[in-house]
């Protein structure tokens, strides 16, 4: 039966890379692990510290406020989209959908990525165009194709809520109802929703029956033979990087746009895999609507070539071991976050 | 050659930019999605106009290294654990240089004169 990582504990060998096919072979016939360079230490799953900006730390005003303006349709143009209508806690933190749906029902061109385990990112949007999540959490609120709201309308239109104004001023006193206090709302309500333990998690912490053996098989491949790792990595199974998966339907320039080096013509960023049974349909576009379409692209090296991330190439991979990778991310979703809808504070 | 064919060479030299045997050469290590030297994080780093800076891949997947910076844009693609690519900088100033695949992987390079 394989190991967790941190099953076979020796002494300095903690924060090593370790190949797990390689360790179970050798550990069987030699009794010790043998370092490699694909296998990351339990340590590398822990949970890290969030980054929390100085001016923006969290308290319980600062996350209720955020939480209300989450799930205030008020914030839109139309008084009809709220953050939450896309990035709905009831379908992974995203909208089920392939591409998302904006002001007046346009589908837009990109997936509604789940905002769970966000404030982990270091770069936020496909795209990667804002740095932080406060940065962020303004850009589909002022988007025509998206909530179409401008902040000159919005900012009075907040004011004139008794119960807003309350709030704010609780939250952050005397800073009033700006845009900055806005976003840093928001913002703080986001950083609270990461993702809980999942059965992966009680593995790496040496709970055997946490998950099952074809679970820990594809554990193996994802670090080995299927090379999930060179972009999944860590505790939120990102890294923080941009890559071009040669998916198919898709003329979209990414982060070129933004940053005009060849390899990132057509680049996304590398999303988590956390909770990712409730996150479907996947990629940028919606493109596959379940894993088992996922890891068929990549078990082809990825569809359409031209500009392809040189990390893609094709797997191999029999249908047995298909079945086990997906078994293995299956163990990366924990429980669902328990999540109370917001009263709103009324017009009057 | 003589001792002012010589001199008159490396004036020529200079005034080209061409990097005389004065210029110093850098290894810059990419590890763990860092720009490392000697195990240690580069943030900023000095050198010389003429200089040149190895980026050597240390890790399991593939590196770019770029700049698109006033005194030097360059694009060296993008390389496997194990392969090194160099460049030389020809101009005084400052040069932010990335890793286009993983932007954290950034460090500012202060070209002296």
Not at chain 1, 40 to 66: C, F, H, M, N, V
Not at chain 1, 96 to 104: E, Q, V
Not at chain 1, 154 to 182: N, V, W
Not at chain 1, 239 to 266: A, C, E, M, W
């Amino acid at each position: 039966m394989m190991k967790a990582p941190n099953a076979g504990k020796v002494p300095g060998t903690q924060h090593r890379r370790l190949t797990l096919l390689t360790a179970i072979g050798l550990l069987g016939a030699f009794g010790w692990l043998v370092p490699h360079e694909t296998l990351a230490a339990p340590a590398d799953y822990q949970r890290p510290e969030l980054r929390i900006p100085k001016d923006s730390t969290l308290t319980p005003e600062r996350i209720a406020l955020g939480k209300a303006l989450f799930f205030d349709p008020r914030l839109s143009g139309s008084n009809w989209i709220s953050c939450a209508t896309c990035h709905n806690p009831a379908l992974g933190w995203s909208d089920g959908l392939p591409t998302a749906i904006g002001h007046n029902m346009q589908v837009l061109g990109r997936a509604t990525p789940t905002i769970l385990n966000t404030a982990y990112n270091k770069k936020q949007f496909w795209d990667g165009r804002s740095p932080t999540l406060e940065h962020q959490a303004l850009g589909p609120i002022e988007a025509a194709g998206e909530m179409n709201q401008t902040l000159a309308e919005l900012i009075p239109e907040l004011k004139a809520i008794p119960g807003y104004e309350l709030m704010f001023e609780r939250a952050y006193p005397q800073e009033g109802i700006t845009d900055k206090t806005i976003a840093k709302a928001i913002a703080a309500f986001e950083r609270t929703i990461v993702s809980t333990e999942a059965p992966f998690d009680r593995w790496v912490s040496g709970d055997e029956s946490a998950i099952s053996d074809a679970a820990k098989r594809g554990f193996a491949l994802f670090e080995g033979k299927a090379n999930c790792a060179a972009c999944h990595q860590k505790f939120n199974f990102v890294d923080d990087g941009f890559h071009n998966i040669g998916l198919p339907s898709t003329d979209d320039p990414g982060r070129y746009v933004l940053v005009k080096v060849d390899v990132l013509q057509g680049a996304f960023k590398t999303p988590t895999l956390r909770d990712i049974t409730r996150t479907a349909p996947y990629m940028h576009n919606g493109v596959y609507a379940t894993l088992a379409e996922v890891i068929d692209h990549y078990d082809v090296g990825g569809v359409n070539k031209s500009n392809l991330d040189p990390n893609m190439k094709p797997l191999r991979l029999t249908a047995s071991e298909k079945k086990d990778l997906t078994e293995f991310l299956k163990a990366l979703t924990g429980a669902p976050l328990e999540i109370t809808v917001p009263n709103l504070p009324s017009a009057f | 050659m003589r001792w002012y064919e010589l001199t008159l060479c490396y004036v020529f030299m200079a005034a080209a930019g061409v990097p005389s045997g004065l210029a110093a050469e850098y290894e810059i290590d990419q590890q763990d999605k860092t720009f490392m030297m000697n195990n240690a994080k580069v943030e900023r780093f000095s050198i010389k106009v003429g200089d040149t800076i190895n980026f050597k891949n240390l890790d399991p997947w593939f590196h770019n290294v770029f700049s698109l910076s006033d005194i030097s844009t360059f694009d060296l693609g993008s390389y496997p654990q194990g392969q090194h690519k160099s460049v030389m900088f020809s101009k005084a100033g400052e040069a932010e240089v990335e890793c286009a695949i993983h932007p954290q992987m950034y460090m500012i390079l202060e070209v002296k004169p």
